[in-house]
């Protein structure tokens, strides 16, 4: 009976795990080999963009990277990575990375 039990109780941990995993997902919308930014000035001028993850690896990207490193630290103050900058200049720097990377 306690054996019994016992794996009963380790299904119901599974379970919510699983449950979690789920959700998550459900509120995530982000597709897999991308991650979402935060683009703006100022904190009402922010916007959420999803961008590909080759991105990182360019160095176009990577100066974006830095400027918001030097404005913001490692601090996620909107819940993710905000890139301090406008977003005319985000713009032109993904579409010539869209360009580039074609």
Not at 26 to 51: C, M, N, W
Not at 57 to 67: C, M, V
């Amino acid at each position: 009976m306690g054996i019994r039990l016992l794996s009963m109780i380790a299904g119901v941990g599974q379970f919510y795990k699983l449950q979690s995993v789920v959700t998550w997902n459900q509120l995530s919308d982000v597709p897999k080999g991308h991650f979402a930014v935060y683009v703006g000035e100022t904190d009402k001028t922010k916007k959420r963009y999803i961008v590909p993850i080759a991105y990182l690896n360019h160095s176009w990207f990577q100066e974006l990277l830095q400027k918001a490193e030097e404005e913001y630290g490692f601090q996620l103050s909107m819940g993710g990575l905000t890139i301090p900058c406008n977003e005319d200049v985000f713009f032109h720097v993904t579409s010539r990375l869209n360009n580039s990377l074609s």
